[in-house]
């Protein structure tokens, strides 16, 4: 690998070779998070950008466009990776749309990103970006197939088979969250009703207790009975839940990230206990149930990865 970043290097101001590096980028709601990631998943420099309000195409576009002259000023980095709330286009390129953010129906956001920076760029699914970084260098490191869930807001996914990223035939496969869990549950916003997220994201933490889960979480380490109680239940809906993936995709790790993963230690034993009762033997061999390592930074770091495989380097 060191040979060949020489090799494919470029030569800076005083005749020394740069070792290339590609940025990848996590769109949210909020924030911007953008990083300089060589070939092997170093972060060489990161920034963080308050996503605009109103978050239109246009201004989060331009807010990109800055953001990115700020992180590599003297314009060395050779590709963009882009994880966004939605899904994009079999391609890559289109933001088909983007959960929370106005106006985002269809946008060229590959193209315009090309056309002002001048460097190749993929756009990709947020989770499916989350995923691919927690296979490269997170929790998912050691296996060829495996799926990822985060637990946020929402329920994101993503899906690894044989090491590569599954995104279907159009491009919006890994919506592991929408699956349905009670066919008489809440409505959810994809038209579905009784997702599994209606029951395991924050939102539907909130709905279920009146907390939120770091307070749960808090609640559960000093030993309180009702919140030790309601981590027992659910992880039991997670593992039903992740009985029909496990029986349709056998993976040998399912990943869990996102923000209720901080309290992994209290869910994740009912949630195994869970799949073994309802998976048959034969398709859980060795699968192992696992939180996400990355944290915030497994976004960038998977929209990174996308950005070297575009460029394929």
Known sequence: ?????????????????????????DLGGTAIKLGRFTADGTCRKSLTVATPQPATPEAVIAAMVDAIALLDPENQTIAIGVGTPGPPDAAGRIAKLAINLPGWCDVPLADALEAKTGKPTVVANDANCAGLGEAWLGAGRYFQNLILLTLGTGVGGAIILNGKLFVGHYGAAGELGLITFNPDGPACNSGNQGSLEQYVSITAIRRRTGKDPAELGSLAKAGDPQALAFWQEYGRDLGIGLTSLIYVLTPEAIVIGGGVSASAEFFLPAAKREIEKRVLRTSRVGIQLLAAELGNSAGMLGAAKLAWQKVNL
Not at 15 to 22: A, D, N, R, W
């Open 1 to 25: 690998m060191c040979n060949v970043r020489r090799t494919l290097g470029s030569v800076g101001r005083k005749g020394i070779v740069v070792t290339p590096e590609v940025i990848g980028i």
